[in-house]
């Protein structure tokens, strides 16, 4: 019998939301701020909140960014997109964007935005599970099928056991077949990671863990070469790995933190992007 993959199983993740929110405001990263302070005082409760995440999440943010811009396309979507200020930012800069989350995230999720900011009309906020392949296909009309199609993620599949990140990793290549594009991925960075960050923030991943029990380190990649095998096995072409330390020189949380250093907080992370060819109708 096929698995549903009902959105209760999952909704013990969106949490994990403000715990990336909170730290991001002490960056330069556009409506961080704003955002973080509209969000509702009693889900933030019973959360574990740590600044010094702040480094890590803007690499992350901002490598992510530095990858959509290089490939000149102007179209996104983004999923298990949580607080994250992205699609709000791109949208404003002639970019077609839809963020793709769990029914109670994006109910919050367009809450929050509207008492910040008028909604572009180009900023979609749709309700979807990015394991339900059916999901998908609501989207698709917002999207010009003429024009590439960028993806991205920063904190899904690190949640996910290996069974189902193949199975939301099938579902992007299936939806980038219809336009064709790229895949940009935060979630594969690999166990040696996990241990530098259990070194540097050792209360983080337990407290992660006390807010879902989707935090296995038995469901992280062993490693690039195990990164690359796993999606070369779907698909994906010209995958490509950069280090969060290319963005290092561009942080602005180590200055307001003051760290002197910041790039231990960086180590062995990760982002990948990689390329799917429209298919021929």
């Known amino acids: 019998m096929k698995h549903i993959f009902e959105n209760s199983e999952y909704e013990s993740i969106i949490p994990t939301a403000i715990v990336t929110s909170y730290p991001r405001i002490f960056t330069d990263i556009s409506y961080e701020k704003e955002i973080y302070s509209k969000i509702a005082e009693e889900n933030v409760k019973n959360v574990f909140l740590d600044k010094m995440l702040a480094p890590e999440l803007e690499a992350r943010y901002k490598l992510a960014n530095k990858l959509l811009n290089s490939t000149n396309i102007k179209q996104v979507l983004e999923l298990a997109s949580g607080y994250s200020s992205r699609g709000l930012d791109y949208s404003k800069r002639d970019y077609t964007y839809v963020e793709m989350d769990l029914p109670l995230m994006i109910e919050e999720k367009r809450r929050v935005l509207k008492e910040i900011s008028e909604i572009p009309s180009s900023l979609h906020l749709i309700s979807g599970n990015a394991l339900q392949e059916k999901d998908y296909k609501q989207v698709i009309p917002y999207f010009d099928k003429n024009q590439e199609l960028v993806i991205i993620n920063e904190g899904l599949l690190r949640y996910l056991t290996f069974e189902e990140k193949q199975i939301v990793a099938e579902n992007i290549y299936q939806m980038l077949s219809n336009f064709g594009g790229y895949w940009i991925t935060c979630d594969v960075t690999p166990k040696k990671f996990i241990e530098h960050q259990n070194n540097n923030l050792p209360a983080l991943n337990t407290n992660l863990s006390g807010i879902t029990s989707r935090n296995s380190l038995n469901e992280r990649f062993e490693d690039i070469t195990h990164v690359k095998g796993f999606f070369s096995t779907i698909g994906f072409k010209d995958i490509e790995i950069h280090p969060f330390n290319e963005v290092r020189d561009e ?24 390329r799917v060819d429209k298919k021929n109708e």
Do not use: D, Y
């Open 251 to 274: 942080l602005s949380s180590p200055g307001i933190l003051g760290l002197n250093n910041s790039e231990f907080l960086l180590k062995e992370a990760i982002v990948a992007i990689m």
